[in-house]
């Protein structure tokens, strides 16, 4: 199977992601790192474990990442994700306790062990990949791949008129993040901005066909209540009664990148303007440099959503 690094902030859409991974049998994850974003750091953890612990899969260790972005004061999301980051609904506590390693010197670790085969994924704030960066210059080039859920590309952000949350919680992780990776020995990250994850509208039809599919199971439950509170909240948004899943095509890009269309740019952060603070400045023209990134222009996103469904309805566990 192929070695995958993920790196979250379990949410909703992450909870999604992680759940969709957990039914790929030829991918292992190797490790979760937890960051701080749409809920605090500790709050990650305890959503990434009590996922793990439901599927049976405490054999994957969950590393805590710094509770802070760089430099930015935190700030969460729990008007999107809900007050535990998984909307209405309340996981069961988990007993496993999270690793003692450290979210950062657990990618440092995970590419060493897995050098030239690891997969990275990451659907938060790049703090950790980015205090990991410090700690390993050479990171990105022991990568096979990275993918990131981050940044807006020609529309409009979510979280500022012009940014996207991830990059907002963590502009200066993300600008480190992207300069690292701009060097001709490393893999080119595969960006999915929200002008193709705000594609990816999951629907109350969706998620009727999960609860019926896997009818009183405790994942089909847990993910209806968590839903409704994401539908509810993008509603009030006036973006309808539906949910944007962002994260779980990061995901599925992550495993099958062929499924997506891309396009090379050179992609800065800006990190000075007063209204462009974490606005993804690409660069399709070689005017900023040459390209240290491939932007995620478009992917199947009916099938993804459909694969999706399928996907957490076989998971449903008892
Ligand atoms: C991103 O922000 C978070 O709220 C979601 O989990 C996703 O990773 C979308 O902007
Ligand atoms: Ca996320």
Redesign the pocket.
Known sequence: PTPLFLDC?T????SLALLYLLTRPDVEITGIASTA??VATDTVVENNLAWLELCGRTDIPVHPGSPVPLVTPLRT?ED??GPHGTGYARLATAVTAPSPVDAAHAWCRAASTHADRLVGLA??PLTNLALALRLDPDLPTRLDRLVI??GAFGVPG??TPVA???MVVDPEAAAEVFAAFDRPDAPDPLVCG?DV?EQMSFTPAHAQRLADAAPGTRVAGYLTDALRFYFEFHDAQGEGYQA?V??PLAAMVALDPDRASTTPAHLAVELEGALTRAMTVADRRGMLGAPNVRLVTGADVDAMLDELVDALARLGVA
Not at 11 to 14: F, L, Q, R, V
């Open positions: 902030d949410g909703i859409d992450d974003g749409n999301a999107t994700h659907i938060g859920m981050g979510n979280t996207e949350w991830n929200l994850t944007f962002h994260d």
